[in-house]
Protein backbone atom coordinates (compact mmCIF):
# COMPACT_ATOMS: atom_id res chain seq x y z
CA UNK A 1 0.00 0.00 0.00
CA UNK A 2 2.05 3.00 -0.53
CA UNK A 3 2.64 5.32 1.98
CA UNK A 4 2.12 2.74 4.41
CA UNK A 5 5.22 1.49 6.81
CA UNK A 6 5.54 -2.19 6.35
CA UNK A 7 7.90 -5.08 7.06
CA UNK A 8 10.34 -5.21 3.95
CA UNK A 9 8.13 -7.99 2.00
CA UNK A 10 6.26 -8.14 -0.72
CA UNK A 11 3.08 -9.77 -0.97
CA UNK A 12 2.23 -11.09 -4.74
CA UNK A 13 -1.85 -12.46 -5.90
CA UNK A 14 -1.35 -14.63 -8.40
CA UNK A 15 -4.80 -16.26 -10.23
CA UNK A 16 -5.06 -19.17 -12.12
CA UNK A 17 -8.08 -20.11 -13.70
CA UNK A 18 -8.03 -23.79 -12.09
CA UNK A 19 -6.25 -23.89 -8.96
CA UNK A 20 -5.67 -27.28 -9.62
CA UNK A 21 -2.63 -25.96 -12.12
CA UNK A 22 -0.91 -25.12 -9.03
CA UNK A 23 0.36 -29.21 -8.38
CA UNK A 24 1.85 -28.44 -11.99
CA UNK A 25 4.33 -25.52 -11.03
CA UNK A 26 8.15 -26.45 -11.22
CA UNK A 27 8.95 -26.44 -7.54
CA UNK A 28 12.61 -27.32 -8.45
CA UNK A 29 13.09 -24.27 -10.81
CA UNK A 30 11.12 -22.46 -8.24
CA UNK A 31 13.52 -23.22 -5.74
CA UNK A 32 16.85 -22.41 -7.91
CA UNK A 33 14.90 -19.04 -7.74
CA UNK A 34 14.99 -18.72 -4.06
CA UNK A 35 10.69 -19.55 -3.89
CA UNK A 36 9.72 -22.57 -1.64
CA UNK A 37 6.53 -24.01 -1.02
CA UNK A 38 5.21 -23.28 2.57
CA UNK A 39 4.17 -26.28 4.80
CA UNK A 40 1.97 -24.51 6.90
CA UNK A 41 -2.00 -25.07 7.57
CA UNK A 42 -3.16 -25.56 4.42
CA UNK A 43 -5.77 -22.91 3.34
CA UNK A 44 -8.70 -24.48 1.68
CA UNK A 45 -8.68 -22.56 -2.11
CA UNK A 46 -5.42 -21.04 -1.33
CA UNK A 47 -1.87 -21.88 -1.94
CA UNK A 48 1.42 -20.22 -0.50
CA UNK A 49 4.85 -19.95 -1.76
CA UNK A 50 7.35 -17.65 -1.06
CA UNK A 51 11.56 -16.42 -1.85
CA UNK A 52 13.77 -16.48 0.47
CA UNK A 53 16.98 -14.07 0.78
CA UNK A 54 17.95 -16.73 2.92
CA UNK A 55 17.14 -20.17 4.71
CA UNK A 56 19.29 -20.10 8.27
CA UNK A 57 17.91 -18.70 9.53
CA UNK A 58 14.65 -18.12 7.07
CA UNK A 59 14.69 -14.74 6.19
CA UNK A 60 11.76 -14.15 3.30
CA UNK A 61 11.11 -11.18 1.09
CA UNK A 62 8.10 -12.10 -0.88
CA UNK A 63 4.91 -14.46 -0.25
CA UNK A 64 2.99 -15.16 -3.18
CA UNK A 65 -0.67 -16.23 -2.61
CA UNK A 66 -2.19 -18.17 -5.45
CA UNK A 67 -5.56 -18.27 -5.53
CA UNK A 68 -8.47 -19.19 -8.19
CA UNK A 69 -8.65 -16.31 -10.87
CA UNK A 70 -12.15 -14.38 -10.05
CA UNK A 71 -12.64 -17.00 -6.74
CA UNK A 72 -13.51 -15.80 -3.30
CA UNK A 73 -9.52 -15.25 -2.29
CA UNK A 74 -9.05 -13.37 -5.63
CA UNK A 75 -11.79 -11.04 -4.95
CA UNK A 76 -11.13 -10.81 -0.85
CA UNK A 77 -8.16 -10.35 -1.07
CA UNK A 78 -8.82 -7.25 -4.11
CA UNK A 79 -11.21 -5.51 -1.49
CA UNK A 80 -9.30 -5.38 1.29
CA UNK A 81 -6.57 -3.64 -1.13
CA UNK A 82 -9.31 -1.29 -2.00
CA UNK A 83 -10.88 -0.43 1.05
CA UNK A 84 -7.32 0.71 2.46
CA UNK A 85 -6.74 2.75 -0.36
CA UNK A 86 -10.08 4.12 -0.42
CA UNK A 87 -10.22 4.64 3.61
CA UNK A 88 -7.04 6.68 4.63
CA UNK A 89 -7.99 6.75 8.37
CA UNK A 90 -8.47 2.13 8.12
CA UNK A 91 -5.37 2.39 6.29
CA UNK A 92 -3.31 3.80 8.71
CA UNK A 93 -5.36 1.96 11.64
CA UNK A 94 -4.01 -1.33 9.44
CA UNK A 95 0.06 0.26 9.81
CA UNK A 96 -0.22 1.07 13.56
CA UNK A 97 -1.67 -2.61 14.27
CA UNK A 98 0.70 -4.33 11.93
CA UNK A 99 3.54 -2.33 13.81
CA UNK A 100 2.12 -2.91 17.53
CA UNK A 101 1.43 -6.90 16.44
CA UNK A 102 5.28 -7.35 14.36
CA UNK A 103 6.47 -5.98 17.98
CA UNK A 104 4.54 -8.49 19.91
CA UNK A 105 4.93 -11.38 17.48
CA UNK A 106 8.31 -11.02 16.10
CA UNK A 107 8.79 -14.77 15.86
CA UNK A 108 5.53 -15.91 15.50
CA UNK A 109 3.88 -15.57 12.34
CA UNK A 110 0.78 -17.44 12.35
CA UNK A 111 0.16 -14.85 16.15
CA UNK A 112 0.57 -11.95 13.90
CA UNK A 113 -1.48 -13.40 10.73
CA UNK A 114 -4.21 -14.22 13.45
CA UNK A 115 -4.22 -10.74 15.16
CA UNK A 116 -5.30 -9.31 11.81
CA UNK A 117 -7.48 -11.46 11.43
CA UNK A 118 -10.24 -9.14 12.74
CA UNK A 119 -9.09 -5.95 11.31
CA UNK A 120 -9.40 -7.73 7.81
CA UNK A 121 -13.07 -9.12 8.57
CA UNK A 122 -14.18 -6.03 9.97
CA UNK A 123 -13.04 -4.00 6.96
CA UNK A 124 -14.14 -6.79 4.29
CA UNK A 125 -17.79 -6.49 6.20
CA UNK A 126 -17.56 -2.56 5.41
CA UNK A 127 -17.08 -1.40 8.74
Not at 26 to 32: I, M, P, S, T, Y
Not at 37 to 43: F, K, T
Not at 67 to 79: A, F, I, M, N, S
Amino acid sequence: MPGLRAKPLIDLLVGLDDLAGYDRFDFKALGAQGYYRLRNEPIEGKRVIAKFRKLDPPVKTHVVHIVEHGGDWWQKHLLFRDRLRENREAAREYERLKHELAERHPADERAYADAKREFVERLLAGN
